[in-house]
């Protein structure tokens, strides 16, 4: 009996070995897909700040600074339609109101810059 306990604990643990070779050959394949899309998007993304530099966009905020990256990212949420306030973030804003939270975030507080220019 030893024997058969034996040769059903080898053909499970050939079972799982399968099956766990089944998984990383779907996982290898889902991470190429992911890293080809990820290129593709690269290339797309630099064609587009091309086209977007052509067409005489400019990445300022309301005083002439340029913004960061990541503003620019919150910058383009909030254009379409998005909080990015720390109050109300990632809801969309009803019919596309402005939202001095957001403006805030996005453009900084002129109440420091008044501040500065009262001393």
């Known amino acids: 009996m030893a024997e058969k306990d034996l040769y059903d604990e080898f053909e499970t643990i050939t079972d799982q070995l399968n ?3 089944k998984k990383v050959s779907l996982l290898k394949e889902e991470l190429s897909k992911t890293l080809e899309e ?3 998007l690269k290339i797309e993304n630099k064609n587009l700040r091309k086209h977007l530099e ?3 966009y400019e990445d300022k905020d309301f005083n002439g600074n340029k913004l960061s990256y990541s503003r620019l990212n919150l910058e383009s949420l909030y254009r379409k339609g998005f909080h990015v306030c720390q109050q109300f973030y990632g809801t969309h804003r009803k019919d596309k109101e402005e939202c001095i939270f957001c403006t805030n975030v ?3 507080s002129n109440k420091k810059k008044k501040a500065i220019k009262n001393r």
């Open 19 to 21: 099956d766990i070779s």
């Open 38 to 40: 990820k290129e593709e």
């Open 54 to 56: 052509k067409m005489g």
């Open 106 to 108: 996005l453009y900084g």
